[in-house]
Each structure stands twice: as structure tokens, then as C-alpha cells.
């Protein structure tokens, strides 16, 4: 059987002129001194569906096998999120019941990193590998793989960042598991900012607050993130639309301009429906800021919100439930959450009839696109951070 030829739809990145830049020296953090404290608790996880557990996925259901005299083709955005794996990990080695809805196969598939050769030169922005073999579970079919790998940039080579950590410190990040582990994971990245970036912190509850002004002292940030204790409800609507705000009056052209929130996604206050959220992102991605959430604790984790959002504010998704994760997404992959260098990447595979009957594409049903909107400028898909690399499987 030969391999369909994949073919892709990469667009540059662009953004329009940014607003007037705005100088700013780090704020007043007395009202939230380093000695204000949290009483972390660690807890047991309820099983999900029951009274004590909240958290909500949406997942969709898993793509029918399609018969190629109907429908010879087969379109998907990408995507580079890797957060059902870790959560789905959470769960098993906490010997908990893994709901259907929480697993996602193509964030499974592209949690790992595979042997894909690097681009010839950056002319291409990724490199596209294709190979079959015979399925493991079924050896009646085939496995067709297509990957993708974008090319490797060097942090001291990548432009400026105007970065905004979107912190929740409302009651329900008082975990060991929750707002400790965003400020460890937090202190890591900043620990990689250069002369040339800058970042704010917004932080909200109750209310919403600047925290920090855009700054590249290590020391500001440190202390910043430090005074950083829980309390009270979940504005997290409000808090969104700050932080964009924020994002937009530093903004700086040619560069990497990035909210990245890190919360629980319980939102109770305010703007807080999934819809409306990801209408809010929908419009502001077009000003050039993206967004990356990164997710933390059980019990009342709002995937659903978590990873829709993320995909609206063509950024990334991520979970993290320790320091070892926090290191790999903030550190290690650094350069793949923060230097977009393909934007709107979107697969299109043709299959022969002659030579395939049927298949079905493994995973990415919620990335799933009509045939003609592969053409279509308008219809939004997913992006290729530096050194990304995508995984597709089709039987």
C-alpha cells in the first residue's frame, strides 16, 4: 500500500502594530508579604462523577472509520497539547478509575518525542516523516504514521518575550498540589529570562490585581511570586481580560507576547462559562498575544475550560502535577511553548481507493476539519512552536 502524501497549510506568524509601550517599575507587594502563608493540605482524590469530585472534561466521541469511495479525504488541525497525558498519569498512579472523556489520544501520541529527522534548513519550517507498518492490535490493517518536526532554536537565538503569568490564588489553589507547585513551576521559567524580556504578573481571587509591573529582575519576579498566598473566590474572567490588557500595552513587534495561566479552572465569579471564555480569547488572538494555560490539582480541575482555551488563544495546553513536569514544559520545551515558528498548520491526506478500502484517523476528534477548510484562511487551526514535533496515526 503506498503512502498518501500529506500536505500541509503553514502560514507565518503575524501581528498587527502594537499599542504605545508603557515603563513601568515593579509595584507595591507589601499588602502580600513573604510571610502571609497558605495552609497547604494534601488530599486524597474522590473518584470521579461522585459528590467530593467537580472536575469536567468534554471529551468528544472516537472517530468512525470512513470508507474511502465516500470520503477519500481526511483533514485535522494540528495540535501540540500534551496535558491529557499527564493527567490521565495522575489519575492511574493514584489507582483512580480514568474517565473516557479525559483521554484524548493525540495528546497521548505527542506527549513523547520520537526520531523525526530535523528540517534540511529553516526555507521549511518542519520536517514531515511518513512510514507504515502493520498494525500491533490488528494485523488485518496498517498503520500509517505522518510526523512532523519543527526546526530546533536556540533560547539565546529567539526574539523577546512579553510574557504575563496569570496566576489563581483564590481559595481553591490552597494545595500543596496547586499554588506551591505554580510558583515553583513559575520560578523555573523566569529563571530563564534574558536581558531582552520582560514579564508582568496579574494575580487573582476575589479580585484582580497587578502584581508585578513588566520587569526582567529575577529578583522582582522571585519576590512577586513569593507573596503569593490563597484566599477567597474566582475571578477569572476579569482576571483574563487584565492580562490582556497588560500584554497589549507592552507589547513588542517581532517578539514573543504570551499569557501564560496557571490555575485550577474553577472560575465562580464573574465571566465564568466555558463559551463565553473561549468567545473572550477567540477575539483577542488576532492581536498577536497568545495563551498557554497550565493546569494543576484534582478534585475540581476544570480540564474542559483548560484545554479549549488554550486552543481559542492558539496556544498550548499542559498539566502539571509536579516539579519534574513543571521542568519539562517550562525548561526543556521552553523554546516550543514560547517561539511559534508556523502558524495555522493544518493536514490534508487523499487516499488512493484503489489501494485503501478504509481507514480512520486515531485521535484528534475535536481537531477534526471539512475538506475545504483546508483552503480556507479563515478557519483557524493549530500552531508549531520551535522544535515541536506532531504525531498522526491513521489505520
Known amino acids: 500500500m503506498p503512502t498518501p502524501e500529506p500536505m500541509m497549510a503553514p502560514l507565518p506568524p503575524s501581528a498587527p502594530p502594537p499599542p504605545a509601550m508603557r515603563m513601568a517599575a515593579p509595584s507595591e507587594m507589601a499588602a502580600r508579604a513573604p510571610s502571609a502563608g497558605y495552609t497547604a493540605s494534601q488530599k486524597a482524590t474522590p473518584p470521579y462523577g461522585s459528590a467530593d469530585n467537580t472536575e469536567r472534561y468534554d471529551g468528544k466521541p472516537v472517530a468512525s472509520i470512513q470508507s474511502v469511495a465516500d470520503q477519500p479525504v481526511s483533514t485535522f488541525s494540528v495540535d501540540v497539547d500534551t496535558g491529557a497525558y499527564a493527567n490521565v498519569r495522575r489519575m492511574l498512579t493514584s489507582g ?49 504514521r505522518i510526523g512532523l518536526r519543527g526546526y530546533d532554536a536556540d533560547t539565546r537565538g529567539r526574539p523577546p518575550a512579553n510574557l504575563v503569568f ?58 512577586a511570586l513569593d507573596c503569593l498566598y490563597a484566599e477567597g473566590s474566582t475571578a477569572g474572567g ?47 488572538r488576532d492581536s498577536g498575544i497568545t495563551l498557554t ?37 517550562l525548561d526543556d520545551e521552553l523554546s516550543a511553548t514560547l517561539l511559534t515558528i508556523a502558524k495555522d498548520v493544518k493536514v490534508q491526506v487523499e487516499f488512493n481507493p484503489a489501494q485503501v478500502k478504509q481507514y480512520r484517523l486515531i485521535g484528534y476528534e475535536n481537531r477534526a476539519l471539512a475538506e475545504e477548510d483546508f483552503a480556507n484562511d479563515a478557519v483557524d487551526a493549530g500552531d508549531i512552536g520551535a522544535g515541536h514535533q506532531v504525531t498522526a496515526l491513521y489505520e
Do not use: H
Request: aromatic fraction near 8%; charge should be negative.
Open 238 to 284: 476579569e482576571a483574563m481580560k487584565m492580562a490582556y490588557s497588560l500584554a497589549r500595552a507592552n507589547y513588542i513587534q517581532g517578539g514573543v507576547n504570551r499569557i501564560l495561566m496557571a490555575t485550577d479552572g474553577d472560575f465562580n465569579v464573574g465571566v465564568s462559562d466555558n463559551k463565553a471564555l473561549i468567545d473572550m480569547v477567540k477575539r483577542e
Open 166 to 223: 496569570l496566576v489563581d490564588v483564590s481559595g481553591s489553589m490552597d494545595e500543596d498540589n496547586k499554588l506551591p507547585l505554580v510558583k515553583k513551576s513559575l520560578a523555573m521559567l523566569a529563571e530563564r529570562i534574558g536581558p531582552r524580556d520582560k514579564v508582568s504578573i496579574v494575580a487573582y481571587s476575589g479580585t484582580v490585581s497587578t502584581m508585578l509591573e513588566p520587569t526582567n529582575n529575577k529578583n522582582y519576579i522571585r519576590q
Open 96 to 144: 483512580l478509575d480514568v474517565p473516557e472523556e479525559a483521554v484524548r489520544t493525540e495528546e497521548m501520541i505527542n506527549y513523547f518525542r520520537y526520531d523525526y529527522p530535523r528540517p534540511a534548513d529553516r526555507e521549511a519550517p518542519f520536517s514531515v516523516t511518513t512510514d507504515i507498518s502493520t498494525t500491533p492490535w490488528n494485523r488485518d490493517t496498517r498503520l500509517m
Open 293 to 329: 494555560t497550565l493546569g494543576f490539582g484534582v478534585g475540581n480541575y476544570n480540564e474542559a475550560m483548560m484545554e479549549q482555551v488554550a486552543d481559542a488563544g492558539n496556544g498550548n495546553y499542559a498539566y502539571i502535577d509536579s516539579a519534574m513536569e513543571a521542568q519539562k514544559v
